[in-house]
């Protein structure tokens, strides 16, 4: 018999969360534990593989589970191994697959980055089942991307495909980036980004603003969306200078893969229209004529609180040995 | 016996060339006829199913003929038609694909634009034989690319992938381009572009420059060239002001698909170092960290004089049926 589930863990810098999930995407068992409470990082994946090792029992054993798959920031798919995160704790190349897998009773793992993680999460589970070509934009506290094309997930040669959170979108004068560059589309388009956007408006212009009752420091994407849909003024600008660069830049992915779907996941995807139609109104403007009114504009369908162990786990349905 | 041999044709908007071609890229028998003589599609596919029939009689017969592949200005591969090409004088949908075959005993054909032809042919017979993700870019009258992608030519799902030429490099007061928007970076790095900057530097620049000598309307991308030879500073500075703008837009390109090498084929390609060294150097200053040293920029191993019909025929190995 064809082994049932597969095991989801996705590494954030602060938690980390897994689970046991079955072919429908439905998480049977799950846990978490703290990323950054081990200064070693085999402290970490000893503490992580005993959890695991009790959710593994409670779907039935390991002859249950057809594969691990890990999200992970920086994860490569190629090495099995995470290289230089920096918002994780320990340093170098660990190769985490490997060493998880050593202690899973060798069940095979697949790693891959968050944002690939979730391109797999929703070709398998959600919005973009059946879909060939599609790209998943991941709007969190960075931009981040997953690539599909002709079925299959974009590695490149060296399996770091797919950072369209750092084309420059501003070539001249633009925000400075974490990465080291000016005018990522990160810098605008994050949460952190649009938060950004919301204090160049407050210093800028001089209407009334809900958002004037905040300290500009801690504003957050949250309370922006708060404003706007009260139909605050300035907080709608915001969203919609945003949505205008984000579809800006879609306009240039299509001219690179032509997907018959851009996919908005994370935190600002949560602002619904606010964001979605000022990006199809620059998108649509922008394209070239050949691709008009082709690439649809979709929300993820996989819930927030799952989508994480979800795409995680799509990777253990074709989880590899890695050597 | 497998069928030694494909045939290729590059369908231009002046000339129409095809070859008999073995697998080593080595061009048998080749021949060509004028593409805008006749007011009619069908007249112009009768006329070049004649001469072709000749060449692969030439070769020994329909039975040597494993498939025809042919490039053609926004040749669709999915439905082997062209579609409005603004270049040729026959408008709307043409099933060029299967009007050849009809013609031709029913030899399977794929029909590929001619960036893509040009990408396949370099895989098959040139730089890119045993890479998996290369980009390819053609510095020709216009900018145009073929990406492959884990081995496989990108078509995205409408069959158009591939318009790096339209993807904008100057967000504001770009260039116009031919396609209706502006800041194209065909508008820049084409022959017609750094001819167009030439325009635009002996207006603003004071200093002397052979250049000046030039009737301005009348400058060729060959001229720059061959003032840049002798050391010309204004023509070295189109040169590096090119190479630049290149070299930003690469680096976005492989933040998408992580290429192991982007490729350069065209008349612009033609001025070696010249090109070369200023892209190189914009790529590395702007591509992200986990990128910098990777991605090899190298030129076309194909003859130009031959390039268009092996590109197309490396297509003709994997010919199918059009309906």
Redesign the interface.
């Known amino acids: 018999m064809e082994k049932p589930y597969v095991v989801g863990i996705d590494m954030g810098g602060t938690n980390t969360v897994f689970g046991v999930v079955d072919a429908r995407g439905t998480i049977l068992y799950s846990g978490s534990i703290k990323t950054s409470k081990h200064a070693n990082v085999s402290d970490y994946v000893d503490e992580l593989a005993q959890a695991i090792d009790i959710v593994i029992k409670q779907a039935g054993g390991y002859d249950k589970i057809k594969g691990i798959g890990i999200g992970a920031p ?1 994860g490569n798919y190629f090495s099995g191994c995470i ?1 230089s995160a920096a918002n994780l704790p320990w340093k170098g190349r660990l190769p985490l697959a490997q060493m998880i897998s050593e202690r899973l009773e060798h069940i095979p793992v697949t790693m891959t980055n968050d944002a690939n993680a979730a391109a797999i999460g929703e070709m398998t589970y959600g919005a973009a089942r059946g ?3 599609f790209i998943m934009i991941t709007l969190g506290t960075g931009v981040g991307s997953g ?1 599909v ?2 079925g ?1 997930l ?11 959170g ?6 001249h004068n633009g925000r400075m980036c974490g ?3 000016q005018g990522c589309l990160e810098t605008y388009a994050s949460a952190t980004g649009i938060a950004r956007t919301a204090r160049e408006y407050l210093e800028i212009r001089t209407e009334n603003s809900l958002l004037r009752a905040l300290d500009p420091d801690t504003i957050t994407s949250k309370d922006i969306y708060d404003a706007a849909i009260q139909n605050d003024k300035i907080a709608l600008d915001i969203f919609e200078a945003t949505g205008h660069m984000l579809g ?1 830049a879609f ?3 299509i ?6 779907a851009i996919i908005l996941f994370g935190g600002l995807a949560k602002a619904g229209k606010l964001i979605s139609e000022p990006i199809q109104e620059a998108m649509e403007r ?1 394209v ?4 008009k009114g ?1 690439t649809k504009l979709i929300f993820s369908q996989l819930k927030e609180a799952d989508a994480a162990i979800l795409g995680a786990s799509a990777l253990g349905w074709e989880a590899k040995e890695y050597n």
């Not at 490149?156 to 950072?163: L, T, V």
């Open positions: 920086n290289e879909m060939k070509d690539i094309i002709g299959n974009v590695y490149g040669h060296d399996g770091f495909a797919g950072e369209l750092h084309v420059i979108v501003r070539r990465c080291g560059r800006e306009a240039d992915f001219a690179f893969s032509s997907p018959e922008n070239l004529d050949v691709f082709k």
